[in-house]
């Protein structure tokens, strides 16, 4: 019975699931185009260094909303708010993939270069800490109100769902995202199916909704 209560875990659980769904919702998101377009420019690792910052401030603002609304719910009436929140997100989800354009990839990457552009006028020569700077900045406000932070809030009103494996995981899809979209975004950016990787999160969500509807029937 030992491996049945490992797999079972929902530390690895909350770790596994939230590793998934923001790997899945940060590739081709407009912080992955940013950090990719600031590498180009910049030396990568100050890149990574902001962004990376700047999204982990993110998941614990994000975190600290999902736990703090489960807080203030009562214990019975928890599962099915995060059944009805993972269900409404993976269908709007499915339904934003329906309607996006071909070159929806392509617009997020030409709104960030947008951002970045602005935020660069009239900058002097950059030094590390400006970069970083720029990079937190630029990724901390894209990111608020961006679907990959209501994932994260959904995920913490889960009641299977520990905080540290959220956390863990939450970091490292974000620390794999950048590393990534720093190193080698150029030739992933060109890849990026936008509408497949919607419909893939949507999916996902609608797994969780029917996992934690099933809590709630008990």
Do not use: C
Not at 84 to 91: D, E, I, S
Not at 135 to 150: C, N, P, S, Y
Not at 154 to 160: C, I, M, R, S, V
């Amino acid at each position: 019975m030992k491996p049945l209560a490992v797999a079972h875990d929902p530390g690895l659980t909350a770790f596994g699931s939230s590793l998934t769904a923001i790997t899945l919702a940060e590739l081709g998101d407009k912080t992955f185009f940013m950090a990719l377009i600031l590498a180009v420019r910049h030396r990568p690792r100050w890149v990574f260094v902001g962004a990376f910052s700047a999204l982990a401030a993110v998941t614990l603002i994000s975190l600290g909303l999902g736990y703090g609304l489960k807080e203030l719910l009562p214990p019975g009436v928890v599962p099915w708010i995060a059944a009805a929140l993972f269900l409404g997100f993976g269908l709007k989800l499915l339904l934003d993939a329906q309607g996006m354009a071909a070159n929806a990839a392509e617009e997020e990457a030409q709104d960030a270069e947008s951002a970045i552009d602005r935020a660069e006028q009239g900058q002097s020569y950059p030094t590390a800490w400006s970069v970083i700077w720029e990079a937190f900045g630029l990724v901390f406000i894209a990111e608020l109100g961006d679907r990959t932070q209501f994932a994260t809030i959904f995920l913490a009103t889960a009641p299977g769902f520990t905080f540290a494996g959220l956390l863990a995981g939450s970091l490292l899809g974000h620390g794999v995202v950048t590393a990534l979209a720093v190193g080698a975004g150029q030739w992933i950016g060109k890849r990026v199916n936008e509408a497949l990787l919607y419909r893939l999160s949507g999916g996902l969500f609608l797994v969780f909704g029917l996992v934690s509807l099933k809590q709630a029937l008990g």
